[in-house]
Every structure is written in structure tokens, then in C-alpha cells.
């Protein structure tokens, strides 16, 4: 896939994975790179970004294979942007399909 999409939907597919619970950086990269393909390295500027605008919050908990970890958890105002973007999103995509779907014809 283009780097180029990429980018624009990171964010999303990260709030949308803290929206099913609390997970720390290296399960969201994992997560995303299962179903993405992108390095490891990429999701941690975005959770830092993320956390600088105030739409996830940390934590540190402790782990049973090392030091603690640093947890992301969605805020009401990151709930907030993903409910927006989502929107966003498939109203996009669905623009998108329509302009794809037409050219077919």
C-alpha cells in the first residue's frame, strides 16, 4: 500500500484500537503492523502525537517480563476526534468507491 494513504489514516486505526481498551506501544504496533505493513517504529511518533493533543493519556503499569510499561488510554476528547474521523473517513471512502465505481463504466 502507498505510504501516502498510509499516513492520512494512522491515527485513526490507532484511536480505534485504544477505543477497545488500554494497550501499550508495542500491541498497538503489533496490531497494526498484522494488518498493515509498516515497521514497528512508526506507531511511537504517532502515540506521542497522539498524547501531546491531549486524546490519549498514559500510564505505567507493571509487567512480569521487565520494567513497567507505558499504557495508552483513550480520553473523552480522543473518543471525540475518532467518532469525527471516522465520519470523516467514510464519508471519504465512500466519495472515493463512487468516483472508482464510475470511471468502471
Same mark, same amino acid.
Given at each position: 500500500?502507498?505510504?501516502?494513504? $498510509?499516513?492520512?489514516?494512522? +491515527?485513526?486505526? *490507532?484511536?480505534? !484500537? @485504544?477505543? #477497545?481498551?488500554?494497550?501499550? %506501544? &508495542?500491541?498497538?504496533?503489533?496490531?497494526?503492523?498484522? $494488518?498493515?505493513?509498516?515497521? +514497528?517504529?512508526? *506507531?511511537?511518533? !504517532? @502515540?506521542? #502525537?497522539?498524547?501531546?493533543? %491531549? &486524546?490519549?493519556?498514559?500510564?505505567?503499569?507493571?509487567?512480569?517480563?521487565?520494567?513497567?510499561?507505558?499504557?495508552?488510554?483513550?480520553?473523552?476528547?480522543?473518543?471525540?476526534?475518532?467518532?469525527?474521523?471516522?465520519?470523516?473517513?467514510?464519508?471519504?471512502?465512500?466519495?472515493?468507491?463512487?468516483?472508482?465505481?464510475?470511471?468502471?463504466?
Amino acid at each position: 500500500m502507498n505510504n501516502q494513504f $498510509k499516513k492520512g489514516v494512522l +491515527d485513526l486505526c *490507532v484511536l480505534t !484500537i @485504544l477505543a #477497545k481498551g488500554d494497550s501499550y %506501544g &508495542y500491541d498497538v504496533a503489533d496490531t497494526l503492523s498484522g $494488518k498493515i505493513q509498516m515497521s +514497528d517504529g512508526t *506507531v511511537y511518533p !504517532i @502515540l506521542r #502525537k497522539l498524547a501531546a493533543d %491531549g &486524546y490519549v493519556s498514559t500510564y505505567l503499569k507493571e509487567s512480569q517480563n521487565g520494567p513497567p510499561r507505558k499504557y495508552y488510554h483513550l480520553t473523552d476528547l480522543g473518543q471525540k476526534k475518532l467518532t469525527e474521523d471516522k465520519q470523516e473517513w467514510d464519508e471519504f471512502t465512500k466519495a472515493v468507491k463512487g468516483i472508482l465505481e464510475d470511471e468502471d463504466k
